[in-house]
């Protein structure tokens, strides 16, 4: 039987952690609130040192390292937030520290990791590629492993988030978390059990990269074939043996939300909620918007990181705003005639739709002669209108279609 951390385990971690990790705010959704019919609110763990909760359960692990464990440097596989706590964590004990991460891992999270004082080593496309050879390069220099989610210690520090909450919410009935391999919901739901059996703690994962459903259904963890999400924080294709005992008895439910779903998440919370959040941050204010899961008020949301690269940020903001209905990508079929693009982009224009880009094709073999085809941009203000502005150009003899569609 594998033991479970307990909440004198999460309290000692929180000691450890007074001066180190900061107690991060506990902010109100109003969306979400209206949305829910009841409170909800974030908890913002993307404003916590090296912009994620990782540092707590890093500084946990690396701190109670001996003397003779220190010397010979820690190694950690992370797509970014891991390793930028292990850096953070290994530099105030005075550590060396050395970070595997997937080639594909996003430059600033490298570059932060950099800056932290950790040595790069680009291993992979994925965390678990890095996490190989993170434990061969263990094992060939005698440096420390630091797991990001399987060990006792880290399972530990991630469950001071739940001691900040209760603290700040007493009357918190539901806590929805991300899950990766799942350290945070771990350490969430010990500390939340232990004090209030009747809070229900939700984990929610990438609908392509979750493996926790069917290690669940499985009874034992399984290892996904594949896996590929926007929210390359929980992209991890294996529970933990230890974090998939915690979750199979303390965790309430898994439940999964789609990219379009993640993306809707974040466009809110930076429009609405002032917050930047990386894709797996969102992820559990992303099950809220979705109605994934049935939930009872007032909930708490861990918005679990912020570091998110601006490049991603733009893709998903546009993607978000598409999945909300308010941006279109629409291809117009029709005649090649003098006057033809002004007639179609002033019918756009009455609808009070803005066109963001144009692109006029006659090349396209599929037309016919004498058409043309027109690749447009368009930002609406909502489902309803671009169902209006798309029936409306319908309606006046415009062939349209939508990107991707033959």
């Given at each position: ?6 909440l ?8 450890l952690?007074a001066g180190v990790t900061r107690?991060?705010?506990?902010e ?7 949305e829910?019919?009841g409170?909800?609110w ?7 040192r090296?912009?994620?909760?990782k ?6 692990r690396?701190s109670?390292?001996?003397a003779?464990?220190?010397a010979r440097?820690v190694v950690a596989?992370?797509?970014g ?5 292990v850096?953070?964590a290994?530099?105030?004990v ?8 997937p080639?594909?891992?996003?430059l ?12 790069i080593?680009?291993?992979?496309n994925t ?9 061969t ?10 797991h990001?989610f399987?060990?006792?210690d ?6 001071t ?12 009935r539901?806590?929805?978390?991300g ?7 771990s ?6 059990k ?8 939700i984990?929610?994962?990438a609908?392509s990269?979750?493996a ?10 399984v ?14 294709g ?10 199979r008895?303390?965790?309430?439910d898994v439940?999964?939300v789609?990219?379009e779903d993640i993306?809707?998440?974040?466009l ?5 909620g002032?917050q930047?959040?990386?894709p ?10 979705a ?5 009872t008020?007032p909930?708490?949301?861990?918005l679990?990181g912020?570091n ?10 546009e ?9 279109l ?9 003098p ?5 179609l982009?002033g019918e756009?224009?009455?609808h009070?739709a ?26 609406t ?5 671009s ?7 319908r309606a006046?003899?415009?062939q349209?279609s ?5």
């Amino acid at each position: 039987m594998t033991e479970l951390v307990g909440l004198a385990d999460v309290q000692a971690a929180r000691e450890l952690l007074a001066g180190v990790t900061r107690t991060t705010p506990l902010e109100p959704s109003r969306p979400l609130s209206a949305e829910l019919g009841g409170p909800v609110w974030l908890k913002c763990e993307n404003v916590q040192r090296a912009g994620s909760y990782k540092v707590r359960g890093a500084y946990v692990r690396i701190s109670r390292l001996s003397a003779e464990e220190r010397a010979r440097g820690v190694v950690a596989a992370s797509a970014g937030n891991h390793a930028q706590g292990v850096a953070l964590a290994a530099g105030l004990v005075g550590a060396r520290a050395t970070v595997f991460m997937p080639v594909n891992a996003p430059l600033p999270k490298v570059a932060a990791t950099k800056g932290y004082g950790a040595r790069i080593e680009l291993v992979g496309n994925t965390v678990d590629e890095s996490l190989v050879a993170a434990q061969t390069f263990a094992e060939r220099t005698g440096a420390v492993f630091i797991h990001p989610f399987d060990h006792p210690d880290v399972i530990a520090g991630q469950g001071t988030v739940a001691l900040e909450i209760l603290e700040q919410c007493p009357d918190v009935r539901t806590i929805v978390t991300g899950v990766g391999g799942g350290g945070l919901v771990s350490g969430l739901a010990v500390a939340a059990k232990a004090l209030r059996p009747d809070v229900r703690v939700i984990g929610v994962q990438a609908a392509s990269a979750a493996a926790f459903p069917p290690s669940l259904q499985a009874g034992e963890p399984v290892r996904l074939p594949s896996f590929a999400t926007i929210a390359d924080g929980i992209a991890v294709g294996r529970p933990g043996e230890l974090t998939f005992t915690h979750v199979r008895k303390l965790v309430d439910d898994v439940v999964t939300v789609s990219e379009e779903d993640i993306s809707r998440a974040l466009l809110m919370l930076l429009e609405r909620g002032k917050q930047v959040v990386e894709p797996a941050g969102a992820v559990g204010v992303a099950a809220l918007l979705a109605g994934a899961v049935e939930v009872t008020t007032p909930v708490v949301a861990v918005l679990s990181g912020g570091n998110i690269d601006p490049l991603l940020m733009l893709r998903v903001i546009e993607h978000g705003l598409a999945a909300a209905g308010r941006f279109l990508r629409v291809t117009v079929r029709c005649t090649d005639r003098p006057g033809q693009l002004a007639s179609l982009l002033g019918e756009i224009a009455e609808h009070r739709a803005n066109v963001v880009d144009v692109v006029h094709q006659r090349a396209n073999p599929h037309l016919r002669l004498g058409e043309v085809e027109v690749a447009l941009s368009v930002e609406t203000r909502g489902v309803a209108h671009s169902d209006t502005l798309i029936s409306a150009l319908r309606a006046s003899g415009y062939q349209v279609s939508f990107a991707g569609e033959g």
